[in-house]
């Protein structure tokens, strides 16, 4: 460090769940390295992508003044404005259009791009509910397969383990679940720990994944959308062997016996044997059986079932059905053992996730009078099921629009069944990438009256815009935010921002004001943030220069502790109050894919389907090692770790006689791409991966040469409102 240098401690908050650490070195205003924690365990310390940021904070492709389209949709041509013209551009359409076709007419999409306290999403959303409201999309992309689930059957969205729990795990089963890509800081670290005090790791995986290559004893290779059979015959092995924690079930479930009915087949004429599980996801019977064996007698055993599986057309019986597992083997509440749910990141057991964030939305006028929809899982009364229960509840208005629904929603409006038309959107990020059937959603942008979008880069969603808002990144204005240590941390302004960026809680004021709204906003950002943090750090200026606050636990979280060891005073927040392995709610309903009781059901697209003859492959879409989704796939340093490319097994490259490394078209009726192939054995045969998040890059036959795995993907829902990001058919061919 040089005299005229300055470090400035400060956390990430980029998407990951995690917040890294990170130590950043500034000279004469600008940022020249980036280092990480060292300092107290457990350190958080930085992922490639963390410590690429520089690149991207002065990257020459930055967004730095607004834009406004002059070109066709999609044609990438842009004339900078100024910031005046542009809000008053977004205020006059937003006019214009709420007049015309009713406020619900204008959608709203906010993106995960930055996960911070006080600049994020709200500020924007905040001034249109004020002005009149607008539609919002419901479905959380990454698990609302597991806050269903977990809502069915513990009562509220959290059921994980602080990862520093691990250490006392014999067993730890990582079903779909990647930590050392999925960067999450610490979680990965937590299991290396965990291996060095002798747990042994198993991974029930398509692919041989990092953290199954260097942590795993053993790989568990199954069809996509299958777990759920692999788990009955699980539940088969347990109950055949007497193997099951008969007392923990008496005391704190309900619904064994239905569920024991559906494994042995007094239900519906099948039983759920290990044979009749090897039919359906390929993994051999010897093999589910040792490993049902392994679960019920290791003890305590971690069965982290993630939200890859989760992320699926029957994403909800994939949780359900690990619940029941975990409660078979009495491993809830315990140390060392789990509920079925993953070392959170950064929210359970951390006093910050208790934080509000950011502005109040208000009031949204247009779901003032909005219906619950008739799947809603709506907690027992006095109990809010936590912020998440909430929130889910809250999501489930039919005034909402499913997230995976938004292009065919804009496409078909009121004639398809929707609540309104939609003829504005305002987005933040990069929605064509991350969201399914991008051709779909080309054609419904190319639809609409009406787009803005926020930005740091002109990505292939913002080549659709009419105006582009340049944002400033998290380095170029005060924020704080939450990580997986637990801990809180400050993210201190180190730098200007460039050109003409503005902060969200800038825009929002910016907006609210040609909106003609008073009483938007009676705060600086500093106040904002002493409110939103203070209370939970015990001295907030020494936060501030510190930059991290680790919160210090006495001993590890473990999820339903207090409900297991003194259940009369710590009842479930179900209806029965205990853990519902049938759910009379979800019975209630008579939803024929949502059954009371977790369930196999033949996913659409699975290698089973009659479309399989034409499109054999099936595809899953994993997060990328080198990206945040869609964030930092621009980047030449993090380009070199490893080429986009589709995942495909040494068997069905050969059958196809393609090479390593060759060029292959992957298309189904829905898109095409042309990237270059990975022939390899760490795959199961018969699937084959593209890690989402790369960005659209279309050739002049409209063929994707960005490897954008959305391109392929099926805009269906499950039938709780999952993503189904899992479950597509593909073909793959040499280019
Ligand atoms: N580097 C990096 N880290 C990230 C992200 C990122 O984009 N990049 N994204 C962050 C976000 S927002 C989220 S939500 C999390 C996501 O975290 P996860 O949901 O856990 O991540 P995925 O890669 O989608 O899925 C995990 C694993 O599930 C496997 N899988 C897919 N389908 C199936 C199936 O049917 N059965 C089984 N058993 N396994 C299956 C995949 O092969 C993959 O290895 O990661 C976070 N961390
Ligand atoms: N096929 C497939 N698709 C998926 C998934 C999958 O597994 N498979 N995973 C899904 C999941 S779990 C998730 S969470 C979603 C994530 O989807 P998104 O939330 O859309 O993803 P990101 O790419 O993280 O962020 C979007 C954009 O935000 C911008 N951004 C970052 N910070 C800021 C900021 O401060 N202000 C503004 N205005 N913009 C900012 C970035 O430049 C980026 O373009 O993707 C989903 N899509
Ligand atoms: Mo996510």
Redesign the pocket.
């Known amino acids: 460090m040089t005299s005229k240098e300055q470090v400035i401690t400060m956390g990430c908050r980029s ?1 990951c769940g995690g917040s890294c650490v990170l130590k950043v070195y500034v000279r004469e205003g600008v940022i020249v390295h980036i280092e990480t924690d060292d300092q107290d365990e457990p350190q958080l310390r930085a992922c490639p992508m963390c410590r690429s940021y520089r690149q991207r904070i002065y990257s020459p492709d930055r967004l730095l003044y607004p834009l406004k389209r002059v070109g066709e949709r999609g044609e990438g041509k842009f004339e900078r404005i100024s910031w005046d013209e542009a809000l008053e551009t977004i205020a006059r359409e937003y006019r214009r259009i709420a007049e015309a076709y009713g406020p619900a007419s204008v959608l709203y999409l906010g ?4 996960l911070s306290f006080l ?1 994020n999403s709200r500020t924007v959303q905040r001034a249109f509910n004020m002005a009149g409201g607008c539609t919002v999309s419901w479905g959380n ?2 698990r609302e397969g597991e806050v269903y689930a977990m809502l069915a059957t513990y009562g509220l969205t959290e059921a994980g383990h602080s990862a520093d729990d691990l250490v006392n795990s014999k067993l730890v089963i990582l079903w779909g679940m990647n930590p050392t890509t999925h960067h999450r800081s610490g979680t990965a670290l937590a299991m290396f720990r965990a291996k060095e005090a002798g747990a042994r790791f198993i991974a029930v995986d398509p692919r041989l994944t990092d953290t199954a290559g260097v942590l795993a004893d053993r790989w568990i290779p199954l069809r996509p959308g299958t777990d759920v059979a692999v788990m009955l015959a699980m539940a088969y092995m347990i109950i055949t062997e007497e193997l099951q924690d008969q007392k923990f079930l008496d005391t704190y479930t309900v619904g064994f016996d239905q569920f024991k009915a559906y494994v042995l087949g007094n239900e519906d004429g099948v039983a759920k044997t290990p044979r009749w599980a090897e039919a359906i996801s390929g993994i051999p019977a010897q093999t589910i059986a040792k490993l049902a064996r392994e679960y019920a007698t290791i003890k305590p055993a971690a069965l982290l079932a993630s939200w890859g599986p989760g ?1 699926s057309a029957m994403g909800e019986q994939f949780h359900r059905a690990a619940y029941v597992l975990a409660a078979m083997t009495g491993n809830i509440g315990m140390h060392g053992g789990g509920a079925g749910g993953l070392p959170p990141p950064g929210l359970t057991g951390n006093p910050a996730r208790l934080l509000g964030t950011g502005l109040p939305l208000g009031d949204n006028p247009v779901e003032a009078d909005s219906p619950l929809r008739s799947d809603a899982i709506i907690p027992p009364e006095g109990y809010g099921g936590g912020a998440g229960g909430r929130a889910s509840v809250a999501a489930r208005l039919t005034v909402k629009v499913n997230h995976s629904l938004i292009w065919d929603a804009i496409l078909k409006g009121r004639a398809g069944g929707y609540a309104s038309d939609y003829k504005m959107l305002y987005m ?4 064509i990438t ?3 059937n991008l051709n779909k959603a080309i054609q419904a942008l190319k639809s609409v009256e009406f787009i803005a979008n ?4 002109m ?1 292939p969603t913002a080549k659709f815009a009419d105006i582009v808002l340049p ?1 400033a ?2 380095f170029e204005r005060n924020d704080a935010t939450q990580g997986a240590g637990p801990h809180v941390s400050f993210m201190k302004k180190v730098i200007d921002p460039l050109g003409e960026c503005r902060s ?1 809680l800038e825009i929002g004021i910016g907006l609210a004001q040609k909106l003609g709204i008073v009483n938007y906003n009676d705060k600086t950002e500093e106040e904002w943030l002493k409110a939103l943090v203070g209370p939970v750090v015990p001295d907030y200026e020494q936060f501030k220069e510190a930059g991290v606050h680790k919160f210090k636990r006495p001993e590890p979280y473990v999820a339903f502790k207090e409900q297991i060891q003194d259940p009369k005073n710590n009842p479930f927040p179900t209806p029965s109050a205990k853990i519902e392995i049938h759910s009379q709610r979800l019975a209630d309903m008579n939803i024929p894919m949502i059954p009371a009781i977790p369930k196999y059901i033949e996913p659409w697209e699975s290698s089973k389907d009659p479309l399989a003859k034409k499109y054999p492959l099936q595809l899953i ?1 994993s ?1 990328p090692k080198r990206r ?4 930092f796939d621009n980047l030449p340093w993090l380009r070199e770790i490893e080429p986009q490319a589709v995942m495909i097994s040494t068997a069905d490259a050969e059958a196809r006689g393609i090479n390593n490394g060759d060029l292959v078209r992957v298309f189904n009726q829905r898109g095409e791409m042309i990237i270059p192939a990975s022939v390899t054995g760490r795959i199961m045969p018969g699937v084959v991966d593209i890690p ?2 790369a960005w659209y890059d279309p050739d002049e036959h409209g063929i994707d040469r960005g490897g954008c ?2 391109v392929l ?1 099926r805009d269906q829902p499950s039938a709780g409102g999952a ?1 189904p ?1 899992n479950t597509s058919l593909v073909e793959v061919q040499k280019a």
């Open positions: 998407h993106a995960g791009g930055d600049h992309p990454s992320r933040m990020g990069n929605r991350q969201y399914p926020e930005e740091h880069f990505t944002t990144t998290f969200h879409t997060h945040m989704h869609s964030q989402e998040g795995a959305n993907t993503f990001a």
